[in-house]
């Protein structure tokens, strides 16, 4: 089983997320992360979707959201030649005999304290998805009230020719 992130541009209208989310549950596929923004052009948005399954499940994936009418182009986002990110927020308990410990682990990860009460830190960062892996994994002797992650977004890097797994052509429809 192999993981496989796709960036997929499609018409920024409303009902597209709920028709492509329908299509994974119909087909009993689960999705690893999701989420969705409007492009530099208004009337596109990108979905970034990452998915596990093994090579027959991932093709089908990927043949069933080309059929959707409002998708226009749909990429794999591989590790060696895009930039992938994700966000997380993590609140934790602390007193203050931890306070430092905690504040140390942030700076070897240059993340940032958001908030602070006199018995938790709210801490943000920004990065590839193993990176907030380990640092949640630095933080595990500690007591995580929250965790929110925003799951993961990204591009191709350059400007070099991307290889696209399906694509129509927007003024063709």
Do not use: H, W
Not at 15 to 26: D, E, K, M, Q
Not at 83 to 112: A, D, N, P, S, Y
Not at 115 to 140: N, Q
């Amino acid at each position: 089983m192999r993981k496989m992130v796709l960036s997929i541009l499609v018409d920024n209208t409303s009902g597209v997320l709920n028709r492509i989310a329908s299509l994974f549950t119909r087909r009993a596929y689960n999705i690893d992360s999701l989420t969705v923004g409007e492009t530099e052009d208004p009337k596109l948005s990108r979905m970034t979707i990452a998915v596990r399954g093994d090579d027959l499940v991932l093709d089908q994936i990927v043949k069933q959201i080309n059929k959707l009418v409002d998708v226009r182009e749909i990429v794999e986002l591989k590790p060696s030649d895009s930039v992938i990110r994700e966000l997380v927020l993590v609140k934790v308990k602390v007193g203050k005999e931890e306070r430092q410990q905690v504040k140390t682990i942030t700076e070897i990860f240059r993340c940032k304290i958001v908030d602070f009460t006199s018995e938790s830190l709210m801490i943000e960062l920004a990065g590839a998805p193993t990176k907030i892996d380990a640092f949640l994994e630095m933080l595990k002797d500690y007591k995580i009230d929250e965790i929110v992650r925003t799951g993961m977004t990204g591009l191709l890097r350059g400007s070099a020719d991307k290889v696209v797994l399906e694509t129509i052509d927007v003024e063709g429809r």
